[in-house]
DNA sequence: TTACCATTCAATTAATTAATTGAATAGTTT
DNA sequence: AAACTATTCAATTAATTAATTGAATGGTAA
């Protein structure tokens, strides 16, 4: 029966609709990762696919519809399009969205405890507990994500040593002092495996479950070199 | 080809895959305005159908919806069975989701000073400013919503004139204070129904944008007859 | 016990979404 | 000009989702 709906309801149906475009955009696993993933920094299409482990078609699909929900924007710089978060407000909101999930469901604490046991790890320490003992240079604050994110955006006091030349400095650090690890966040398994790395050297290792994500959602100082 | 993937992989693909519950409980437009529902108090499936427009059955199927990813939850009393939000992280979030929807989406913006347009309607005005004046006994701040939703939660000092009841009170209000009106929030007409009605009654009467949600959001506080 | 009530379940249909594959596009390099 | 590169577009297929309709369930009232 082809009823006339009220002015209201038809409001609530239109604003309701645009509210659901957020809830779309972020309703794929595949969507959520590649906007974690610009949270660090631009990343071009191949660079996206290449983390990701989907085809390029694949994740210009995904991004042409972040792009569609205003989540992300991006520049061409020739044959490349960098893509980025659209602004800090996504990054917000993509960490509240993973505080109620840690929050709510069971199963994200449970993958992330039997992943992070597999690494015989101990539970992780925060940062504000330990921030005076970096100014202090009391111990390292070591950054292991690819170089461009930390140029991008660091924790203050931090060093890069990404992942993959954590091999090469395995001789030369500073055995005096404790080492603190981290990465992208709780989705990122970088910390971890370095982790890993430094204790089998014989190092005082720990990891960081925090990112810049969560720190700048704290609204806590943020270090670049842009 | 059938290539084992790095146990990296396998919990990227779990978390992102228990990170995608959430944003595909939030990607109905149904099942939002459910939700924001429920911000208000508990409900009943039969309230739900009404307020939304939907049937019963379609209710009952996004609320399993919702259930399974752990943004609600109910008790059963007789024949009944009333829904209310999980916890406050559900309502901080849909808060956090709305919040983003209006900075990114021009059409949020403009799909809301369309419609309030059509009622002649000044900018909405905020609460933090009313205070000290509603604390004076300066104005009234008036409560429009449903009476079991201004029982479970009000602004303080608030008082409850259901808009269905309002015209009862019609000629009864002090005439020589302001009178500022809310309801459930930004996606709820009932607020610049009832402005309207007061104007036409020669009250000064102002909308407020905010309800109780965004007011727990701030962490401000709130009353309670419960 | 029977009738009524609110809600949930199940089947169906239509619409939407995700990944793949290959073509098309636009910029760069040779 | 031709070849190469990164990305986007379009068509296809399979899977998922939303609303409807009617049956089933469990509690209450008569």
Wanted: charged residues 30%.
């Amino acid at each position: 029966m082809n009823q006339k709906q009220p002015t209201s309801r038809i409001f609530k149906n239109e604003i309701y609709g645009q509210l659901a475009r957020i809830g779309k955009a972020i309703s794929s696993p595949r969507r959520i990762e590649i906007l974690d993933l610009l949270a660090q920094g631009q990343k071009s299409v191949e660079v996206l696919a290449r983390e990701t482990g989907m085809s390029i078609a694949n994740v210009s699909q995904h991004l042409q519809t972040l792009l569609d929900a205003r989540l992300v924007r991006y520049e061409k710089r020739g044959n490349y399009s960098y893509y980025r978060l659209a602004d800090e407000s996504v990054s917000d909101f993509l960490v509240a969205m993973n505080l109620l999930a840690e929050n709510r469901l069971a199963d994200v604490k449970h993958i992330r405890q039997e992943f992070y046991s597999k690494y015989d790890e101990t539970d992780p320490i925060e940062l504000d507990t330990l921030i005076d003992r970096i100014e202090n240079g009391d111990l390292t604050l070591m950054d292991v994500r690819p170089r461009d994110e930390y140029e991008a955006a660091h924790l203050p006091h931090a060093v890069s040593v990404p992942i993959d030349e954590l091999e090469k400095h395995l001789s030369h650090l500073p055995k005096d002092q404790e080492i603190v690890v981290y990465c992208r966040g709780k989705q990122c398994v970088y910390a971890v495996q370095a982790v890993r790395q430094l204790r089998k050297k014989g190092y005082q290792a720990y990891r960081l479950e925090e990112g810049i994500q969560e720190w700048k959602y704290r609204n806590r100082p943020i270090e670049t070199n842009q």
